[in-house]
């Protein structure tokens, strides 16, 4: 049987349990800089990679949009560091999350995320990869890198295969 899931807009305090919502806004710590030409918008999240000697990368991602409706049939965790995606173009995508520990399907959440709107997930916390909408979109993702392995996702990703039957519509 197919569970539809409800897509809710990305929010600070919603989204609070599984990270940090990156964006610019009055409540966000800023001040001048560069002569009074910049705003800096300072410490929007807690990156977290240094755990057993690992690394910071930035990278980007690119995302094909999956058809809709789309039916979930993945989970993913980095249990060792925090992995933030911060949109490089001006298409909103959708940010699937369920809370760190054992995964529980039933606990999954989805929010619709704005272009101004990145995300950087607590170390552990369940998360499906980006799902842009629309057309192909780049990411800007900061993560973890193990020194001891060339692929990342050797040491620090957990992944799960879920049978679809929660999907996704709008």
Known sequence: MKTELIVKPL?????APYGDVIEVTPEKKHFTINDGFSERYHDLAAIDTLKNNGRTLL?????TPLPLPIALKMMERHPLSSQAFMPLGVEPYLVVVAPSGEFNENAIEVFLASHKQGVN???GTWHHYCLALNKVS???VIDRGDPKFSNKTEKNCDVIKLDGSKVIRL
Request: hydrophobic letters at 45%.
């Open 11 to 15: 929010n600070a305090k919603d989204f």
């Open 59 to 63: 990278n980007i991602f690119r995302s």
């Open 121 to 123: 997930y607590h170390a």
């Open 138 to 140: 780049d990411f800007l």
